[in-house]
C-alpha cells in the first residue's frame, strides 16, 4: 500500500513539473529514497496506509483533470532514467 500511495505521489510530482515544463526524478533521494519511504512506511496501521492511498490517487486524478492538452505529450523521467 505505501509503495502504491508514494508511486502516485512521484506521478503527481512528475505531471507538475511537466506543466512547468521541467523534468525531475521520479522519486526524491531516487531509487535509495524509493526504497527507504517504502519501508519506513510499511508497517503503518492499516487505516494510515489507505488513506495514504486515497490521498494520492485523488490529488493525481485532480492533476490529470487540470492538465492542459499540450502537457501530455512532454517527456517525464522513470526510477530507471
Not at 519506513?40 to 487540470?66: K, M, N, Q, T
Not at 492538465?67 to 530507471?80: E, F, G, H
Amino acid at each position: 500500500m505505501t509503495h502504491l500511495a508514494h508511486n502516485a505521489e512521484s506521478m503527481v510530482r512528475r505531471v507538475e513539473a511537466a506543466a512547468r515544463d521541467e523534468v525531475i526524478d521520479q522519486y526524491a533521494g531516487g531509487v535509495q529514497g524509493r526504497a527507504s519511504e517504502i519501508e519506513a512506511g510499511a508497517g503503518r496501521p492499516a487505516h494510515e496506509l489507505i488513506a495514504d492511498v486515497l490521498v494520492w490517487s485523488r490529488r493525481l486524478d485532480g492533476v490529470f483533470e487540470s492538465l492542459p492538452n499540450d502537457c501530455w505529450s512532454r517527456s517525464v523521467r522513470t526510477a530507471k532514467g
